[in-house]
């Protein structure tokens, strides 16, 4: 039996954006702050269900919504969001310590 094999980043951005699609979600023309604003409204779900003491299942599905939105938006507008999270780690890596901030 193969291993199976794990998914991309840009796996994800495609079967994000195909089920949307699927679902009704791009059948006119989105605006970048509305679908902007929607990532943000998921990250403060996220931040409710934490200060409700929520399990961190609740705060998996949460964040995982945000990556579903960040994803979907990503495969509309054809970003390669995984070259930039590989770039961006690598820049990170050769940044100094906190960067210089306090927070």
Same mark, same amino acid.
């Given at each position: 039996?193969l291993p199976?094999q ?5 796996d994800?951005i495609?079967e994000c954006h195909?089920?949307a ?6 059948l006119?023309v989105r605006?970048d702050?509305? /679908?902007?604003?929607?990532?943000h409204?998921?990250?403060s779900?996220?931040l409710?269900?934490m200060r409700? %003491? =929520?399990k @961190? ?7 995982a919504?945000?990556?579903?939105r ?10 390669? /969001?995984?070259?930039?999270?590989i770039?961006?780690?690598?820049y990170n890596?050769?940044?100094?310590y906190? %960067? =210089?901030? @306090?927070f």
């Amino acid at each position: 039996m193969l291993p199976k094999q794990k998914k991309s980043i840009n796996d994800f951005i495609k079967e994000c954006h195909r089920v949307a699609k699927t679902k009704g979600w791009w059948l006119d023309v989105r605006n970048d702050g509305e /679908l902007i604003a929607l990532m943000h409204s998921e990250l403060s779900e996220a931040l409710e269900a934490m200060r409700n %003491h =929520g399990k @961190k299942e609740e705060l998996a599905e949460e964040l995982a919504d945000c990556c579903i939105r960040i994803f979907d938006y990503c495969g509309a507008r054809n970003i390669d /969001l995984e070259k930039a999270l590989i770039k961006k780690i690598e820049y990170n890596k050769g940044r100094p310590y906190r %960067h =210089g901030k @306090k927070f």
